[in-house]
């Protein structure tokens, strides 16, 4: 089935947050909204087919993850990672950011450390906040417009001289985000277990995030951790969802994947009764999307290949002042904004009130994210064409 993404369909009075919500969030109803990270592109055929099945059988009772449902999670990771999972490794959530919840909470004590690599995904920071847990930034490195981790910074926030060798206020995990939100970098196997190496051989466990894992631009592979080694395999817990690859984030359905028991065990009885299972319309969407969706995603990831260079092209011949990080997954584009010389909140005034589109501040995805913007292109061509069109006439004004 061939997909049209030209056209966009009316998300108006849908209770869409990324458009309907505008003028209660933003205080402007007329603004282009490219901030949350949700596709303005409509879902595939298999998975509408799916959930209208569904709602025709007259009962939404209570209800748990089938054998198809959950051997549809072990043989995606199998077809595109070729990462073999057992069907006991999966718990399923609504959303992996409940999940990162429960994640640092089965692993920390209140006063543990808890490392970040900002910039970063900003739901990151409550999730360790509210553990009760602190925030070690161990930042990315921007060299020569790519970013890279710092190991020599990751090795010293271990070092025994500034960190006790256990109890409270050792380090006992990183959030590890790839592909990385926001700055767009798949980490490839070597950069994972240089990484990987560090945290587990002191003694920590590494939370992956993998929800973009399949929004890759062309001659990218994703690696997820777990499938690296035995040793990687017991000493993480991987979080992956069809929200993201699929457009599925209202439905709310995640899979956790924990290989080694014990960790499985204290993360399901974290969650018990705090965090509740998915919906029964998630499951069927999952599966769908796992099962028939491929199509579908080829297409997305052709179009917005094709957006990703008509992005990089309009700004280095339009708008030279603002500098695109390229980005090797996601959909989201981290824009180097500092050539303009505002600060945070003249930049947001300036993209907001005259270019009249929404972005996500840099700021908040840490304090190296000052004088960065986040940009989202999974929307049709022509938003996008209008937005840079904006935000040159604005840049030229100044």
Known sequence: MKYDFDQLCDRDKTDCLKWDMMESIFGSGDLLPLWVADMDLPVAKPIIDALKKRVEHPFYGYTKPGSSVINS??????????????????VFTPGVVPALHVAVRSLTHPGDEVILQEPTYHPFFPVVINSGCKIINNGLKLVNGRYVMDYDGLEEKFHPKTRPLNGPGRIKTIIFCNPHNPVGRLWKRDEIIRMGEIIIDNGAVVISDEIHCEILFKGNKHTPFASISKKFEQNCIVCMSPSKTFNLAGLEVSSIIIPNKKLRENFINTRSGIVPNPNLFGYTAMEAAYRYGDEWLEQVLDYLQENLNYLKNYFEKNIPRIKVIDPEGTYLIWLDCGDLGMDNNVLRSFMRENAKVCLEDGFIFGGSGSGFMRMNIACPRYILSEALKRIEKAVNQL
């Open 73 to 90: 999670v072990v043989e995606r990771m199998k077809r595109k990672f070729n990462w073999d999972i057992s069907p006991e490794w999966i």
